[in-house]
Antibody, heavy 118, light 110 residues
Framework: QVQLRESGPGLVKPSETLSLTCTVSSGSISTYYWSWIRQPPGMGLEWIGY???????NYNPSLKSRLTISIDTSKSQFSLKLSSVTAADTAVYFC????????????WGQGTLVTVSS | QSALTQPPSASGSPGQSVTISCTGT?????????VSWYQQHPGKAPKLIIDEVSKRPSGVPDRFSGSKSGNTASLTVSGLQAEDEADYYCSSYAGSTYVVFGGGTKLTVL
């Protein structure tokens, strides 16, 4: 059973960079696509972007200018960096495995709340 | 505002059937057979319950079924049970925009 776990600061100041890491266990990271998805409090889901095990990426156009997603297969981890954050970036951030061929997410982390506030 | 439109709420009594709609455009729902549905209980991560419009992943009860007609996809929950009370989200492949989600529907079991 593949397991994913997000880690990183729960509080980020406005204009700074939000950084999160997802650790994958009980399964290989060296295949599939690995995505970040967020959910503002009381709202719906938003796809942020993905990284392929080879390092290729695809980002949500609305976030692309502020976003970097990377992967470290030796550590079975992939990471998210979102710069110049504002209160609108406050959300629960999920990492998830994207099956690729069906454009859906079969394994998810438990999610981590990141609050943007001074 | 979410890319796909879902009713904010739905409800039914135990044993009844409920259908939740998900309306998009020809650029997403109507253009591809890659509609998925997720169930999310409070404080938990979403769980994939339907993929590729109507396929059930292993372990998902056959009470859950999916379909699509034109730009609208639907999730039907038959034989409602108390544990089905949750939020439900649809998603669709959307070409260059990759994946878009609906705003979610809160299902209440009366």
């Amino acid at each position: 059973q593949v397991q994913l776990r997000e880690s990183g600061p729960g509080l980020v100041k406005p204009s700074e960079t939000l950084s999160l890491t997802c650790t994958v266990s009980s399964g290989s990271i060296s295949t599939y696509y690995w995505s970040w998805i967020r959910q503002p409090p009381g709202m719906g889901l938003e796809w942020i972007g993905y990284v392929y095990y080879s390092g290729g990426t695809n980002y949500n156009p609305s976030l692309k200018s502020r976003l970097t997603i990377s992967i470290d297969t030796s550590k079975s981890q992939f990471s998210l960096k979102l710069s110049s954050v504002t209160a609108a970036d406050t959300a629960v951030y999920f990492c998830a495995r994207d099956r690729g061929d069906a454009y859906d997410y079969d394994y998810w982390g438990q999610g981590t709340l990141v609050t943007v506030s001074s | 505002q979410s890319a796909l439109t879902q009713p904010p709420s739905a409800s039914g009594s135990p044993g009844q059937s409920v259908t939740i709609s998900c309306t998009g455009t020809s650029s997403d729902v109507g253009g591809y057979n890659f509609v998925s549905w997720y169930q999310q209980h409070p404080g938990k991560a979403p769980k994939l319950i339907i993929d590729e419009v109507s396929k059930r992943p292993s372990g998902v009860p056959d009470r859950f079924s999916g379909s699509k007609s034109g730009n609208t996809a639907s999730l039907t929950v038959s034989g409602l049970q108390a544990e089905d009370e949750a939020d439900y989200y649809c998603s669709s492949y959307a070409g260059s925009t990759y994946v878009v989600f609906g705003g979610g529907t809160k299902l209440t079991v009366l």
